[in-house]
């Protein structure tokens, strides 16, 4: 039921469209280093927390830590990472995650835990398949198919070219940005407070736009947006099932706002993600920078569809997804400044 998903834009989403309301460049070289000063031990809060599960029983899970974005409802990209960790628990070590295709059924209460119960569908000696039910309060709250593969060779590869954007030593975060437009002398009391809240709520993904003018919401752009992304903190080269389950954490952000971007004269009433499908097509470490690449193909009936791809830094594309949403929305007043 569209209106029992996730209700509202994430956290990141308004991050993405408030704080580039500035008309300042990137250019500046303030974040230059950046991931030189990243203290090597220490451990991302995804790793830690986030999409931390306790095993209760065989192919049983429960999550416990929450992070809760502004619309106060369970953040849908925490729910399809934890699904996948728990789907990924009950795997040998040579199979890897290469899709998952999700469903949210109903929205979660980030005031309760959320339990993750897993069916071993089929265990072939290619291919093997789980099914994961997010549950609380006795009912199902996301429907997760997840199918994991043994690595095998092939002499068909090819791939899309990867977009020519600058490097993410040459951006600035999301944070940055925000106090860039703090900064100008014309921001009313009202917008002062509200990029104040953004900047207030930990995000535990780090993101740096491409083009932050291209995401003014008075004028009208291409269904087309595109950051570096990389979680937050130190995850290392572990395996490559514990960063599948952080990208699918990480796809969910700004994904589903790239819809709203060419209608400048409406902002979302009401958002929420009906499904979610994720392909993972090579190694990465989710916690280097990577590209995501999203764009809305299509728009209509009150849902949109969103399609992204999350580049490595060297041109390989890592991952592919899709979500639809149900978007209601409402006219902006021409005097706002959010």
């Not at 958002?271 to 764009?295: Q, V």
Request: with cysteine; aromatic share 8%; glycine share 6%.
């Amino acid at each position: 039921m569209a209106e029992e998903g996730k209700v509202g834009e994430s956290d990141a989403d308004s991050r993405l469209k408030d704080a580039t309301e500035s008309e300042d460049s990137a250019e500046d070289d303030s974040s230059e280093g950046s991931a030189a000063q990243r203290p090597q031990d220490l451990r991302s809060v995804l790793v830690t927390s986030v999409l931390n599960l306790e095993q209760l029983d065989i192919d049983l899970y429960r999550g416990t830590h929450h992070w809760v974005p502004r619309t106060q409802r369970l953040f849908g990209g925490q729910i399809i990472g934890q699904a996948l960790v728990a789907a990924a628990k009950s795997v040998g070590d040579n199979l890897y995650a290469h899709s998952i295709h999700c469903y949210f059924v109903r929205a979660g209460d980030p005031k309760v835990p959320v339990l993750y119960q897993v069916d071993r569908t089929r265990d072939g000696r290619s291919f093997t398949v789980r099914s994961v039910k997010a549950i609380q309060h006795g009912q199902a709250i996301l429907i997760c198919q997840a199918s994991f593969q043994v690595l095998q060779p092939s002499p068909l590869q090819h791939q899309l070219p990867m977009p020519v954007v600058p490097q993410p030593e040459d951006l600035l975060t999301v944070e940055e940005l925000i106090h860039r437009y703090l900064s100008k002398p014309d921001l009313t009391e009202s917008a002062k407070q509200g990029l104040n809240k953004l900047l207030a709520t930990e995000v535990p993904v780090e993101m740096k736009p491409i083009s932050p003018a291209h995401f003014h919401r008075h004028a009208p752009g291409e269904a087309r947006r595109l950051f570096w992304a990389r979680a937050r903190g130190h995850i290392g080269e572990g395996d490559m099932k514990l960063h599948c389950c952080v990208a699918a954490y990480v796809s969910d952000f700004a994904l589903l706002g790239t819809v709203l971007l060419p209608y400048s004269k409406y902002k979302a009433r009401f958002t929420a993600s009906l499904d979610h499908a994720m392909w993972f097509h090579s190694t990465f470490r989710s916690d280097e920078w990577m590209l995501y690449e999203c764009d809305s193909p299509w728009a209509g009936s009150s849902r949109g569809l969103a399609q992204g791809r999350l580049w490595r830094r060297d041109g390989v594309l890592a991952a592919s997804c899709s979500q639809e949403g149900v978007l209601r929305v409402k006219a902006v007043s021409e005097n706002s400044k959010l």
